[in-house]
């Protein structure tokens, strides 16, 4: 079965450049990533600090990077996306999926599914700037339930998108419970746009599995599965298991000092820290006991002793 293109899924606060860089710094298997949301400002012009993340001088080679944008004004959209293009993107992506309610409520992120009008001058609007073919759309199924984004696919593919990347959640769910495959594979059949999968794919089996069901979808978009496991789309690529201690060992201690670099102390770097470890501690053998004590911790020298102390062993 030939693999699909793997994408790096956008994780505010986590999947951010200086993950990019040590990704790319000692791993392989994404084709691209999508950056987390930049929101939409008034007036117009965008401040460089906002798009700092986005800075094409310091992206890591190899990783095509698509900023993405959430917001609900068309014409504040207008003015980012040209700021982008200025910056030399040429593809941004529309944030139509985060469920937060301060969000969703004023008609951002899921919030936009919401009004047909509203979601329609978006698109137009993204699609006139960039030009066909280079503004993509990241939804959920729906805020309450699973039946608006089936209601709202006619409008969305009447413009030349570069893709609809689905997450099979709705708002309501947040990021748990589980994926609706079966409201996922109805999109998929109604769907004439290149489409992306993305939810719960965190090992090779799922989406050996996910890929044996949806032949039609043409790239996976992976999230909390690789940051817990970044060797998840390498191992995608070979058909097999290639975490090695050693290499994570290698990555681990590049990120952090990454994240060491950009802090402005102990306590942000902690933060970097912790939340990064929400996510590995549980593919680790005392992954509650590895976690109980990483949480507490209050300095560098603390959290990087725990590790130290703690044999790390991944869970089968
Ligand atoms: C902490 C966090 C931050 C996120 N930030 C964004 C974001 O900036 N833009 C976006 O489209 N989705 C965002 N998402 C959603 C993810 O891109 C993805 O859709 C979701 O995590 C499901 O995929 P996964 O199961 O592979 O993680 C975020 C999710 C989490 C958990």
Known sequence: MAIGSICLAPLRGVTGLRFRQAFQAHHTGLDLAVAPFIATVQGDRVKPEILRGIDPSVQPEGLPLIPQVIGKDPRQLRVMLHAMMELGYRQVDLNAGCPWPFVAKKGRGSGLLRDESVLASMLETGCEVLGEGNFSIKVRLGLEDNKLLPKRLPLIQQFPLRELCVHPRTAKQMYEGT?????????????????????????????????????????????????????????????????????????????????????????????????????????FVHGDKIWDSLKISRTREEFERILQLMPLRWKD
């Open 179 to 283: 994926v609706d495959l079966d409201a996922f594979e109805a999109v998929a059949n109604q769907c004439t746009l290149p489409l992306t999968y993305n939810g719960d794919i965190r090992t090779l089996e799922d989406y050996q599995r996910l890929a044996a069901r949806f032949p039609k979808v043409s790239r996976w978009m992976l999230g909390r599965g690789i940051v817990a496991n970044p060797f998840l789309a390498e191992s995608i690529r070979a058909g097999k298991d290639t975490r090695d201690m050693t290499r994570f060992m290698a990555w681990h201690a590049d990120l952090l000092a990454r994240y060491a670099e950009g802090a402005p102390g102990d306590h942000a770097l902690l933060g970097h820290l912790k939340e990064l470890w929400s996510y590995l501690a549980p593919t």
